[in-house]
Nanobody, 114 residues
Framework: QVQLVESGGALVQPGGSLRLSCAASVSIFSINAMGWYRQAPGKQRELVATMTSGGSTNYVDSVKGRFTISRDNAKNTVYLQMNSLKPEDTAVYYC????????WGQGTQVTVSS
């Protein structure tokens, strides 16, 4: 069973950037698609971005043009580059398979505030 460990979250000012990482305990080469999800306080977890093994990406409208998902199969790692961060991006960020979820990791906290 795949285990996922997210890292890279921090407190950042509006307009700043962060790069999140997600390390998987198994090879992600054979996983068709991976995704980044986030959960803000008092809200449901939402899918933010996905990337297939073929390199196709999709983003929720609120992050298009600001976030970029990528994957390094050799390192079994998925990344989320986040630019032009806004206070509404504040959330705990998780990675997982898409659409067939595995167990959730602990997530990484991103706080966007001045």
């Amino acid at each position: 069973q795949v285990q996922l460990v997210e890292s890279g979250g921090a407190l950042v000012q509006p307009g700043g950037s962060l790069r999140l990482s997600c390390a998987a305990s198994v090879s992600i080469f054979s996983i068709n698609a991976m995704g980044w999800y986030r959960q803000a306080p008092g809200k449901q977890r939402e899918l933010v971005a996905t990337m297939t093994s073929g390199g196709s990406t999709n983003y929720v409208d609120s992050v298009k043009g600001r976030f970029t998902i990528s994957r390094d199969n050799a390192k079994n790692t998925v990344y989320l580059q986040m630019n032009s961060l806004k206070p509404e991006d504040t959330a705990v960020y998780y990675c997982n398979r898409f659409p067939n979820l595995a167990g959730w990791g602990q997530g990484t906290q991103v706080t966007v505030s001045s």
